[in-house]
Structures are given as structure tokens and as C-alpha cells.
């Protein structure tokens, strides 16, 4: 049985709970309580209280405290469906430590349904760790970080491409940090992007306030992708199983993996013609060098003046445009270069199981 409640800050002061109650500014969650909470960050023009949902699962047993975020960027839905799964379709009652589910931080920009913030279009997801006294977007941002990204020993961020893109499921992970290593490797997907991350974002400020925190990226905007969404559940099922959350559950290997750092070859290819796009590779695709990755066509081009755009080195397209219409300089693919062991691995493992059920998640 879900508790519901409203808070909006400074409503009561919680301080000087035991370890295995969970606090925020507003209230409290004891062991054995699950709670939804419409949790106020801004105000409205008209002055009414902007709001964002919030479930804390407290488990009956003590445990470590585990954010699941999604939609910082506004449209970006698939990690909605993921973190909202978590919260109220998973059963709990085993669970040693504490779930903080976020599956709408970015309120305004889901109503409109826009990346940003429609607010002077700030990205919310460039405002952490926020600050009171700031900008509206930094404002919001801090109320979120303080009260349920801070108390937190781990986190999970969940994202898409940009609207008209597309990305295979992959992980975004700080390498330095051997927590980190535990989770991305624990999330099991194939693919891990390692860097900080730039300054503002939910993951890197996370990380440096001391909760090591990785992005998941996954597919596109303005869309439910089922076969990506059970692919990131079983991602956090193995997570919660390697941190002793669920103990019941197994941590799970995805059968092949790649690490791509700053060593590897990668680059958004872009277009150096306008016109519309016909893509003959799809996201998760091993392409070689030289192979012609798309053509870029317009309404008077005669077939000899097609532009061919082809793979400047042999890689795996990580993230590839949906939309196909493009000016000069609108990017193509995302293309990532292979070691040629990694490479080897991947083509073994592609030759031998079902292509579309190893890689295309
Ligand atoms: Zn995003």
C-alpha cells in the first residue's frame, strides 16, 4: 500500500532520524513505507506550485540509497516507463535499502513536452548541482539535489538521443572512480562511454558530491521503445542485485562488452550537403571504413551528384539521425572506433548468436 502525499519545502524540518528512516525537507519515510510525493520545486506565472512526483520505497531491511531519475529533458520518455516500473510494478517487500524514484524532473518541459526547460529554455540537465538565490532552472535543480540526490549512495539517470536521433542503449560512466566501474559494469550494457560528463549535468555533479552516478542513454525522444525498456530493467534489477538491494535477484552479463575511452577513434559525422538523408545503417550497426554509411539527395540532384558519406574508419554506429533532412553541418552518426580485439569479439559474437536479439536492443 502506496502513501500519497504533497510536500513543498520548509514545511516541517526533519533532522536527527535514525540512519534507516529516509528525510527530506518536508517529511519522512520510515522502514517498510512506500510513499508517493508531489514534491514542490518552482512556482508558476500564475503562482502555483510546480511539482514533480517522487516515490520512496523504504525497505523493511537497512541497505544503500539508490536514485533512478529520468526526463531531465522534458521529452525524453523511455526512462520514465523504466524508473515508473521500478517504483509500482516490482515487488519490494525484500528490499534491503532505500529507492528514490524521480521519473519526471523536468515538469515544465514534460507539460510541453520539450527538452528544455521552456523557462528561457535552460537545461535543467546543465543546472545541477543548483543553487538557491540562483536561476529559476538552478532554484529547481537544487531542491531536487539536496533533498533526494545527496542522501543517496548510487544513482542512475536515465536518457535518450535528442529529438530526431537515436541511440543504442549504452551507459555513460566516470572509469576513474572504482564504484562507478562496479555500477556501469553491473548495469550490463554492451556499450560504456567513459568521461565525466560536462559540469551542471545530474551525473558528473552527482559523482562529485559523492554519489557515483552513470547516465543510460536509450533510443529516442517522444516514444516508448519496449524492447529498450525491458533491456534497462533488467539493467537496474542487476544493479539492485549487485549492491544487495534485492538479494533474490542475479547480476546479469550481457555476453560482450566494450569500454570506449578517449583512445578510441569517435566522431559525429556530419553532413557537408543539405538536403534529405538515406540512412543504410541503423544504431548498434558495425560498419567498416570506407563503407557508405548514407546518401544525401535533394529534389533537382541527378543520380551522379548524390553525396555518398561514407565510414572514415571501421566502428559501431552508437547514436544515428531518425529525421532524415539535414542543413551542412546537422550531424549523421555517431560512430565509435573499435580495438581490433574488441572488433573480433563483437563479430564472433554476432556470427553467432540471433543478430537482432545480441545487439539491436
Ligand atoms: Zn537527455
Redesign the pocket.
Known amino acids: 500500500m502506496t502513501d500519497e502525499r504533497t510536500a513543498d519545502p520548509a514545511d516541517t524540518d526533519a533532522s536527527g532520524e535514525a540512519d534507516d528512516v529516509f528525510t527530506y525537507n518536508g517529511g519522512r519515510v520510515d522502514p517498510g513505507e512506500s510513499v508517493n510525493i508531489r514534491y514542490g520545486i518552482s512556482e508558476t506565472y500564475l503562482g502555483d506550485p510546480v511539482r514533480i512526483p517522487v516515490t520512496v520505497v523504504n525497505g523493511q531491511h537497512p541497505g544503500p540509497t539508490v536514485f533512478l531519475s529520468a526526463a531531465?529533458?522534458g521529452d525524453?520518455l523511455n526512462g520514465i516507463e523504466v524508473v515508473r516500473e521500478v517504483a509500482h510494478d516490482w515487488d519490494h517487500t525484500k528490499l534491503h535499502g532505500t529507492l528514490i524514484c524521480l521519473p519526471v524532473m523536468n515538469v515544465p518541459g514534460f507539460l510541453a513536452q520539450e527538452?528544455y526547460l521552456p523557462i528561457y529554455d535552460r537545461d535543467l540537465?546543465r543546472s545541477f548541482p543548483g543553487r538557491e538565490g540562483s536561476t529559476s532552472a538552478r532554484r529547481m535543480a537544487h531542491r531536487i539535489f539536496t533533498n533526494f540526490i545527496e542522501p543517496c549512495d548510487l544513482g542512475l539517470d536515465f536518457?535518450?538521443s535528442?529529438r530526431g536521433r537515436t541511440n543504442m542503449l549504452h551507459v555513460r560512466a566516470d572509469m576513474e572512480y572504482g564504484d562507478i566501474v562496479r555500477l556501469a559494469n553491473a548495469f550490463s550494457s554492451n556499450v560504456i562511454i567513459d568521461g565525466q560528463g560536462p559540469s551542471g549535468t545530474l551525473r558528473r555533479e552527482a559523482t562529485d558530491a559523492g554519489v557515483p552516478t552513470i547516465t543510460i542513454e536509450m533510443g529516442e525522444a517522444h516514444r516508448f521503445q519496449r524492447s529498450l525498456i525491458d533491456r534497462a530493467l533488467t539493467g537496474v534489477a542487476s544493479v539492485l542485485a549487485e549492491f544487495g538491494l534485492h538479494r533474490e535477484s542475479s547480476v546479469h552479463w550481457p555476453g560482450w562488452r566494450i569500454l570506449i575511452d578517449d583512445t578510441d577513434e569517435k566522431t559525429w559525422l556530419r553532413a557537408d550537403a543539405g538536403g534529405m538523408v538515406d540512412m543504410k545503417h541503423g544504431r548498434g550497426e558495425l560498419v567498416r571504413e570506407g563503407d557508405v554509411i548514407c546518401t544525401i539527395t535533394d529534389p533537382f540532384k541527378e543520380e551522379e551528384d548524390i553525396v555518398s558519406v561514407e565510414a572514415p574508419f571501421t566502428g559501431l554506429i552508437v547514436g544515428v539521425l531518425e529525421n532524415p533532412v539535414v542543413y551542412p553541418g546537422n550531424p549523421l552518426c555517431h560512430l565509435v572506433g573499435l580495438k581490433p580485439e574488441t572488433r573480433t569479439a563483437l563479430e564472433r559474437e554476432r556470427n553467432n548468436a540471433d543478430p537482432l536479439l545480441s545487439y539491436l536492443e
Open positions: 531531465a529533458h525524453e527538452r540537465n536518457h535518450t535528442t
